[in-house]
Structure formats: structure tokens, C-alpha cells
């Protein structure tokens, strides 16, 4: 199995390089076929461990763009060219070097995890291809060793924030004295939350008692939670996604530990429900980059054409910043007059005061949206609009 997988690794990097080596030697990026037809990537986690992620922010492309096509762009229609990585990174490599040296794309929306976007950086960057990932969080997505990824984007806020509004929030809204983490600690994701949430509930005055970690695929987590049971701890943050928070939570509660637990973004899925059950989730919180029960017309607007298309479901976060990436790209699009990539890659650089379903987007010198952040709670299986928190 693990002879496979470096396999499987280093087939992804042979074909990485031999794109990569062609896009040096000639001008790159893809542009609108005689057709009129401009081609956008989407390399998602359609299938494996995070497919719920992937699923639904291609929902939400999918109803995005079948808004705009309705009057196109300067007579254009945009089309989608998905590809499945399986939820794994040398299949999000293999699926940036397909979009772009065999479809042509002018930019790939995706992927959902920090873990997957960051494996396409190098090809989009070579390529001079826009890289856009609604929900890649971690904040080393645009910018690596103080250098910024120029061809890299998100429509998502990133990791530090998140953390950062979960301290605040366990520090003054719970009144939380100490505080246990509980880490993948072979993501970047749930490390980079946490190292954020602990900086900042720390210089106000709490205390860690406790840090225990996993890795992704474990079940059994009795173990560990044991031990934070033992610290008596008044809150528990655990950023990881949601296939083995809905077991950290259920298996907490059987234990009798009943303080409040939260997470971010990486727990909103239709799954944690499944796997944790209603009653666990009480008195569990998350951050998140929108809410349906915001009265904004905006949200508003979006949660009935999204209910119209898929027979009454309630759009999630995913939804919304699949939605948002979509109409995204396609304002820099109009913005370029062009479907050259690097003209929309200006255009994208530059956008400032876009009106979303996530919020007004303005971007800093990091590429990183400025926007505000949503604390939701679960009640009964239900997640509640509890608050929205803006940058400080």
C-alpha cells in the first residue's frame, strides 16, 4: 500500500515537471476557444475523504455559473472542466496538469483543503494560470517563506483569523479560564488554527492544560480524550474535519465530557451530524464564512436559487464559497475583457468591493479576503446564527 502511494507520487511529479517544462518555453495560460467558450478548471475532492467539501462547492459553481450564462460574458458562456482528486495530493497535482496542458483552462477553482490546493501552487504559478481555492484556509496558500504565490487566490479568510475569533469567543462569550487542543497533527489546517487560538486565549489571560493530537482515518480517539478529562479543562478546541471530529465529539460526550467544544469551517458538513449525532453536538460551536440565517438579501437571494435547484437543501458554507469563487473569477473576467489568464490574474489582483454571499470582497497585498467571520451553534443537529465578527 505504501509502495502504491509513493508510486503514485512520483508518476504526479514526472508529469508535474514535464508541464511544467513546457510551460517555460512558451507563453502560458489558456484562452476562449473559436467557440466562444471559456473553459474554468475545478479540481475538487469529488470522491475520498473530504468529498463532502468538494461536492458542495461544486453546487454552488454549478448554480453560479448557470446564472451568468444566462447573459454571458461579452457574448461568452463559461464552461466547467471538473476533475475528481480524489481527496488526495498527487491527484490534485495530476488534475492541475491536465486542466491546464490538456483543457486549456484559464484558471482551476479549487481545491477545498489547504493540503491539495498547495499541491497545485508550483504547476499554476509555472503555468501562469490562476489558482482560486474557495475554502484552503492554511496561511501559507499565498504566500510561502515571505513570497507571494501572484497567481494564487482564495475567497476564503484564512486559518489565523479563524483561530483568533475562536479564542476571543471562548474567552469572553464562555468565560473559559483553560483550555484543551486536540490536533491533527499531520495538518496544516487543524496546526495552523490551533497554534492561532493558543497565541491569542494565552494573551488574555487562559490556560492550556492540555494538547493531544491525531492523524486523519483514526476511530478511536478514547485515549487521548481521556487524558484531557483528567486536565478538567472549561473548553475544548478541536480543528480538524468533520469525518473525525463526529467521533472526537461523540466519543467525548459517552466519556462524560460535557464542556463546551469548537471548531471551524473544516466541521461543517451534513456528515458531522451522522457521525456525532444530534445530542453530542450540543453546546459545540464553530467559526464559519457564512450563515443561512443571516437576513442579508444577498444570503437571502442566494438560499432560494439554491433551494430551487437542489430540491429544497439548505446551502452550507462549501455552497456559498463555491458560488461566491465562481462569480469571482468571472468579474475579473469581465474586468480583463479578456480570457487570457494573466489579464485575469491582474484583475483578480485588483478586486476591490465585490459584492458576495460571503461578504464584500476586498483583498490585501496577501491575496487573503478582508471579511467578516460567522459563530454558528449547534442545537438538536441544527446549526443556529449565533454572531457575526468582523476584522479588528
Request: aromatic share 8%; with cysteine.
Amino acid at each position: 500500500m505504501r509502495k502504491k502511494k509513493l508510486a503514485g507520487i512520483f508518476m504526479s511529479l514526472m508529469v508535474a515537471a514535464g508541464v511544467m517544462a513546457g510551460c517555460n518555453s512558451s507563453s502560458t495560460g489558456g484562452e476562449e476557444d473559436k467557440g466562444g467558450t471559456i473553459k474554468i478548471g475545478a479540481n475538487l475532492e469529488l470522491s475520498g475523504g473530504v468529498a463532502s467539501y468538494g461536492q458542495s462547492i461544486k453546487e454552488g459553481i454549478d448554480l453560479a455559473l448557470e446564472e451568468i450564462n444566462k447573459e454571458g460574458i461579452d457574448g461568452k458562456k463559461l464552461k466547467l472542466v471538473p476533475f475528481d482528486n480524489k481527496s488526495e495530493a498527487p491527484e490534485a497535482i495530476n488534475g492541475a496538469t491536465k486542466l491546464i496542458s490538456q483543457d486549456k483552462v484559464v484558471a482551476i477553482i479549487g481545491a477545498a483543503t489547504s493540503g491539495n490546493t498547495k499541491a497545485q501552487i508550483e504547476i499554476a504559478q509555472s503555468s501562469s494560470v490562476p489558482l482560486l481555492t474557495p475554502t484552503g484556509t492554511a496561511d501559507d496558500v499565498t504566500v510561502k517563506g515571505g513570497k507571494l504565490n501572484d497567481f494564487v487566490f482564495r475567497t476564503c479568510f484564512i486559518d489565523p483569523f479563524q483561530g483568533t475569533v475562536a479564542a476571543n469567543f471562548a474567552s469572553k462569550d464562555l468565560n473559559a479560564k483553560s483550555a484543551a487542543i486536540f490536533i491533527d497533527s499531520a495538518s496544516d489546517y487543524s496546526k495552523g488554527l490551533a497554534a492561532s487560538f493558543k497565541e491569542l486565549f494565552e494573551k488574555k489571560g487562559g490556560k492550556i492544560v492540555k494538547e493531544e493530537a491525531y492523524v486523519a482515518k483514526d476511530t478511536d480517539f478514547h485515549a487521548q480524550l481521556t487524558n484531557i478529562k483528567g486536565e478538567q479543562p472549561d473548553f475544548i478546541f478541536v480543528p480538524g474535519y468533520y469525518e473525525e471530529v463526529g467521533l472526537i465529539v461523540k466519543q467525548a460526550r459517552e466519556l462524560g465530557i460535557d464542556v463546551p467544544m469548537m471548531g471551524a469551517d473544516g466541521w461543517d458538513s451534513p456528515k458531522l451530524i451522522e457521525l456525532a449525532g444530534k445530542d453530542a453536538l450540543n453546546n459545540t460551536f464553530i467559526t464559519n464564512h457564512y450563515s443561512s440565517g443571516d437576513s442579508d438579501t444577498k444570503v437571502q437571494d442566494f438560499v432560494k436559487a439554491f433551494k430551487a435547484k437542489y430540491k429544497d437543501k439548505s446551502p452550507d458554507a462549501f455552497n456559498a464559497l463555491g458560488y461566491d469563487s465562481a462569480y469571482f473569477i468571472a468579474d475579473a473576467i469581465k474586468r480583463a475583457g479578456s480570457g487570457d489568464s494573466k489579464k485575469i490574474q491582474k484583475a483578480l489582483a485588483e478586486t476591490d468591493g465585490l459584492e458576495l454571499v460571503t461578504g464584500k470582497m476586498k483583498l490585501d497585498k496577501n491575496h487573503n479576503p478582508i471579511k467578516s467571520a460567522v459563530i454558528l451553534e449547534y442545537k438538536d443537529g441544527e446549526q443556529t446564527f449565533k454572531t457575526k465578527v468582523s476584522p479588528e
